[in-house]
């Protein structure tokens, strides 16, 4: 029954918004802006007040629907004098900047009525502009947009513009030629991009441009998704790259990205179009060499472990340890790939300190593997959180399996069978309570490492802070990983039976990286060295003093050869 008032009555509001929407206006248009009956182009979540008026009903559950629909009215009305009167997107004040052209007064066509089309008419209708799109079936396709914009056939969307965003395929574009006369001297955006990466000789930009060689093109908005256009620049890349060989079109584009609340980004003449179209079809290319390095390692040490933990047993003693190979092998190969990836972020660093000492000068280039591990630190870095936050829910699984509970069980008949009282063993006990200590320590450093790698985090700090806790911080964390990995050995290290096929247990591999590092680091602090690498990061050079040894000169006043030092 209550599920069912709520749904009468926040029926009863939506009737009573629909009835009232000619008083839902833009700040920079007299339009109306039909919120409620646009669903498909607008979604209710981006209205402020959304969620309270879906709840409102439930507040107001013993009151009459009429007084709630007489409430949700005179609320509806109060907002559309307050936070309603603005657009979704605040743009930056223009008063005051000659430069760009107050929006109201520009008018834009959009060429296209495709699902990015209808989200380029929303954003820009909500950043105050007039829009008019052209379509080749108007009246079909006019509910699809706000009706603040207005729809209509592309020969009369372009004679109404100068700047037209052609949001069409590239398969398409033939079918506007008929259009060319009235596009002279027109300002062409082009948005399109290609199924494949350079699947064409030319760039699509650069086809529209040798279709229109009357018009200027301009090449943007295609890294930009539809969703991000559609919620705003807040919710997803707030970047346009932009490129043309005519600079005043792309200030023209420019100011209109910024008016939308996107942030341009010169790339340059049209050449850089074929680039810029490769840029979204691209799977994570940052991540490429580091994923490879991830899964090598984990190959790795997981076959490591797989021969002294499953093999070793089946051909020693002849027992099937194939059950450990989900979880138990896989959790002790975790934390190996995740305290060597977090060693190698640190230790490009060290060969880079280590190259300058020896040359002496910081403007030397480094070699260009030394160069491309350098730029993949962070990637390396997020890698390890993720193998350590892994390794952390594996162990906190252990003690479910069907396994664990068996062998506790055997335990506890041995015990009573043998007649043993107390077990306890103190020095195990201490192992274990540092080992999860340091473990939960190191972990949380991690975390902080990670989140604060985020582009919205990392540029909310400033210079010292971000380098304080990703160079300190970090290398903290790495030094409390390797006290969590001696805790973990402990004394093993040194007993014999833990060498299976003669093989060395998997966590003193681990430690070669890491302890390399630490001992670096530890003798880069030393003040002869320290201070010798900061003279050279701050542009001494060994080389630099010359000597230089003048002629002798000829008279009274000459004494031979002299030398000075530049």
Known sequence: MLLSSILIDLSSACEVALHLKKSWVFPSTSSPMCFFSKLTVLDISVFPYGPFLGLFPFFCSGVSRTAVCCSICGFIQWMSRGDMAKPLLGHRSMEGDPSITPAASRTIGVLGSGDFARSLAVRLVCSGFKVVVGSRNPKRKAGLFPSAAEVTFQAEAVKKTDVIFVAVFREHYSTLCDLADVLVGKILVDVSNNTEINHHKESNAEYLASLFPACTVVKGFNVVSAWALQSGARDGNKQVLICSNNQEAKRTVAEIAQVMGFTPVDMGCMSSAREIENIPLRLLPA?????????????????????????????????????????????????????????????????????????????????????????????????????????????????????????????????????????????????????????????????????????????????????????????????????????????????????????????????????????????????????????????????????FVLPSATGEYSSGETSSNV
């Open 287 to 547: 991540w490429k060499i580091p994923i490879f390095l991830a899964l090598g390692l984990f190959l790795c040490f997981f076959t490591y472990n797989l021969i002294r933990q499953v093999i070793h047993p089946y051909i020693r003693e002849h027992k099937n340890k194939l059950y450990k190979i989900p979880i138990e092998v896989v959790n002790t190969t975790l934390p190996c790939v995740a305290y060597v990836m977090l060693s190698l972020v640190y230790l490009p660093g060290v060969l880079a300190a280590c190259s300058q000492l020896y040359y002496g000068t910081k403007y030397r280039r480094f070699p260009d593997w030394l160069d491309q591990w350098l730029q993949h630190r962070k990637q390396i870095g997020l890698l390890s959180f993720f193998c350590a936050a892994l390794h952390a829910m594996y162990s906190l699984c252990l003690p479910m399996r069907r396994s664990h509970r068996y062998q506790l069980i055997e335990t506890a008949v041995k015990q009573a069978v043998e007649k043993k009282m107390n077990i306890w063993v103190e020095e195990e006990v201490w192992r274990m309570e540092i080992y999860i200590s340091v473990g939960i320590i190191a972990l949380g450093l991690l975390s902080l490492l990670a989140i604060t790698s985020l582009p919205s985090i990392a540029n909310s700090l400033n210079w010292r802070e971000f380098s304080f806790i990703q160079s300190t911080l970090g290398f903290i964390a790495l030094v409390i990983s390797t006290l969590h990995t001696l805790t973990y050995g402990w004394s093993r290290a040194f007993d014999e039976n833990q060498y299976k096929f003669y093989l060395p247990p998997t966590y003193t591999l681990t430690l070669l990286v890491p302890c390399t590092v630490i001992l670096a680091k530890v003798i880069f602090s030393l003040p002869c060295i320290q201070q010798r690498l900061l003279r050279i990061r701050r542009g001494w050079e060994k080389g630099r003093y010359v000597k």
